[in-house]
């Protein structure tokens, strides 16, 4: 018995030695431990193999997890290893579980949000099991020395966006875990984004520094906007939590290669900087921004405020430099150029769930603003400040120079979310007709373009009223104070609802409309009075100093372009004109024709108390048929046309007083009087405006000498036909006082016989 005993002891030793020493594998084991996961999760569990090892742990092979026991289900986690190494008799001793190390190889996890926006990570309901409170006050005292996963992977599928989102290489490593005391973790996904800190569990403190360096962005790709690409990202962040509810994060970070594909905005492989600062209370649900900072395209955007119950707003925003040649890749400006520098300050409140309606109210300044519009040539220089809110924009003191014209703009633009109304007052000191006419770019329609085509425009999405006031207007070195005008702006047309002008000594009023397309098309109807004809003639043309008097027209103008072959071919003018007393002077070569024609002195002047026509403009020719001119010496008649690049073609008579036509010497002038000793002579002028050609018509100098024989023969016979009359009247009357005399005679013969 004696001897038994050592024997069983030594036994009883070995197989505990063995039990300790010797690693097994248990099917049953397995099988009893996967049934009571499974019981516990609700979720479907394999394991390929487990071996376990008393004092050194556990090894699992191949393990699944999955969400639904359904038919090609794929699992949300499997791993090729799971290993467990615990300390058995320092656990013992310490009266608490203490684990050496797990090491998880090569985990995948794979998450799927269906139809109805639920992430699969938890089986059956998705719902989290309340926890009880004695599981709280019986939690196991847990210590494990080392976590280690490597080679991890993480896959999101979006059913209801169609997306499939895949990171590898992840790796965690965690030391001294404990669910009492702090704990040190590092976090990485590949060799790009590092995160490393302190947890502790029991105080629900997190503190970590979280490095990323050109960490690639592409495999976001299906989460961003359609048109929105960002390559890559780098950030250092330090972020700390305290009893899960204080929030605080620092740092800054690197967006590069954001390109818009398929996009009107312009911004290609462009790169983004932040700088932020920010607290948040969790349990509160507020978030106070100290300090952000975002740098893209060259400008700085600073903003600091608050977020109420992590959806309202009250923040400022302020943009010290913003340059504006980079404004074109962020707001479409087709053909219009811009430089310069902005500066805008800005607040915002209201709920970020509806943020067309957020608040805003703020104001911009423009420091060398220069802005090219199409079709100028030259800069438009802006500067001075504007406010703004989400309903409206005004300026007080926005002023703008283009060459030495000047303006001040004092406006007002409402309903910027729907259809936009300005009301406006638009002033000059000095406006410089001849710079802007230099600066309008000459645009041809196209050849063969329908009119249909060339008319297609953008629409402007915008209606404005207000008025006009230029001190001062200069066109070809002469100054026209005081040009005043109501407008209006609506579908594409600037309306001139109103226009007064001083112009040439007289007065300009009327009203018209100009399309704003690249070929405008325009309208004017208006009146003039008190023109001083010799002042006009001497600005617009080379006739100075010979024609004079004032000028009154009514007048309606239409046509479509401003180049000269635009001019040609659509200008259209019909009204009528009028000048007061004034005179013919100097040398002019219809004047000096006539009057050479006439032997008459070339330097005589020709006084006159009324000019006159009724003029058109089509077909690119001036058309009249009515030119009148009348004086004391002679009227002259005219009809016909002068064609826009200046040819002549008119006809006419000159009306000479019986003083003028005296002076007139040779045979021509007795075959050419009238009765009152008049002359009318037929005329024709051609050539050009420059060099014009005068002559006398033959065939009408005929018909006016054989209208004259004609009329002294129609006067003749009407002489002898008067004579023949009178002479009949002289004979009846005669008769009648014969007849009267003889009955005289009879009647009183006829008394003497009764008498007696």
Sequence with gaps: MK?????????????????????????????????????ELGCKIEIERLTVNLLRGARLKNVALYLRQEPDQKPLLKAADFYLKHKLLESLI????????????????????????????????GEQAPKREEEEENRISLLISKIVIKDGRLTLKDKKAG?????????????????????????NIGRRLKAEGKVNIDKKDVKAKVLCKEFDLTVFKPYLPANLEVKSLSADLEAELVQANALTLQGNGQLSGISFVQSPLAIQNEGLSLEYDLAADLLAKKIILNHLKVVFLGTEISSFGTIENFRTVAATISCPKIRLADAGKIVPLGKTEIKGLLSLKAKLDGSLTDLAKIGLDGQASFKEVQVMLSPLTKEVRLSGSCNFSREKVSTEDLTGRLGRSDFSLLATVRDLQGAPKADFSLSSNLTDLDELLAAYKEIEEKPGASSKESAREEKINLTASGKVDIRELTYQKESFPGVRALVKLADNRLEIT??????????????GSLGLTEVPS???????????????????TSVQDKLFGNLSTNIRISGKGFSSDQIKKNLSLSGNIKVGEGKLSGELPLKEELLGVLGISKKKDISYKDLSAGIKIEDGAIKTEDFGLKSQEVNILASGKATLDGKLNFSGKFDLSKDLADKVSGDLAGLLKDKEGRIKIPYELGGTFLHPKFKLTTKGIKEEIKQKIKEEAKEEVDKLKEEAKEKIEEEKEKAKEKAKEKIEEEAKKLFDKFRR
Excluded: M, W
């Design 522 to 540: 325009y309208e004017f109807k208006g009146k003039a009075e008190g023109i001083a004809v010799n002042r006009i003639l001497s600005h617009l």
């Design 3 to 39: 001897k038994v005993l050592p024997v069983f002891l030594v036994i009883l030793l070995a197989l505990i030695t063995a039990l300790f020493f010797i690693t097994f594998e248990s099917p049953r084991l397995k099988d009893f431990l996967v049934a009571k996961a499974e019981g």
């Design 498 to 511: 109103s226009l007064n002008a001083n112009l040439y000594n007289g007065s300009l009023t009327g009203q």
């Design 94 to 125: 310490q009266r608490k579980l203490i684990i050496d190390e797990v090491v998880l190889s090569e985990p995948a996890v794979f998450v799927v949000r269906d139809e109805n926006n639920l992430p699969h990570l938890v089986g059956g309901t």
């Design 163 to 187: 997306t499939e989102l895949d990171l590898k290489e992840i790796g965690l490593r965690v030391k001294d875990f404990s669910l009492d005391e702090p704990f040190d973790f590092s976090l």
